[in-house]
């Protein structure tokens, strides 16, 4: 549907938390299969002051993780500094994105999920970082214990439909058209995309019924959704701008995501992933290329990108 001029606001329907059994189980980060033992370690670089494990793959999307902490620092900051190269050889960003990146990105988020659910092995694995990969690394792993506070493990993966998302560069380019209509920073659209349906891959209606791209629930969608289809993420993004700039937004963006979905945890891990972004712009690029995992009381499951289970 085409998207009308913005309606008058209204008195801002409230939104319901995402509860543990819908897309925010889905979008959490995967700990990842761990090992307790170091291996042998060799140097990244002169003036890295880390090592890597001697002949470890970084593109093997169910390779075990280390829990030693200076071999967890040396695999992270490896595997970001090779998935920032890869990103600048993914040049049409129309296109999907090469093989390399998403392995690596896979392998990155890995190691943060194994991280954000361990915050002692965090803080231990993050005091050996430095410069800007420490800054970005605390903001990944903050964001994930938080949105991993408020999942309860089920006993079996849900059943969620999931597909591809759209291409990188349409979804940056709905971000910019929304930030110029309604002044909220394209990074905040990201993030909110990003944490509630990894950029459309998770396509099943949450347990309150939210629906599309930017989990609408009907009666929001109807006051703020400027008459477009709440499952056509450029339609979608426009409407989030619009209620989140209803909300507050970009004068008070915490008071915004609040009224988009109330939950501390929620609010703090959407504005670390957008604070990311507004420090490193192709932070957006690595995020997209994350994936979507379940946690289940065996284990976490891979349902989408490279080596998953669907």
Known sequence: ????????LHPLPRRPV???????????????ACHSGGSPATPVSPSSGVSVPAGSSYLDPHGELSRDPATLAA?????TARLRAALRGWTDLGAPPPEDVQLLALHQQRLYGLLSGSPDLAAS?????????????RAN??????????ITPSAHPPDFRTAPPDPAAELRAAYDEAQARFGVAWQVLAAVNFVETRFDRVRSPSSASARGPMQFIGPTWKAYGLGGNVLDPHD?????????AASGAPGDYRGALW?????KSYVKAVWLYAKQMMRDPASFLVYYNWQVFVITTKGDVQLTGPGSAG
Do not use: C, K
Not at 259 to 263: G, I, K, R
């Open 18 to 32: 995402v509860a543990a059994a819908a897309l925010a189980l889905a979008l959490t980060l995967l700990a990842g």
């Open 259 to 263: 009224h988009y979905n109330p939950s």
């Open 75 to 79: 695999d992270l900051t490896l595997t």
């Open 236 to 244: 979608a993004i426009l409407g989030a701008a619009n209620y989140l």
């Open 141 to 150: 792993v903050e964001a994930g214990a938080s949105l991993r506070s408020t």
């Open 125 to 137: 694995t993050l005091s050996l970082l430095s410069g800007p990969l420490a800054r970005e690394a």
């Open 1 to 8: 549907m085409p998207i009308h001029p913005r309606r008058p």
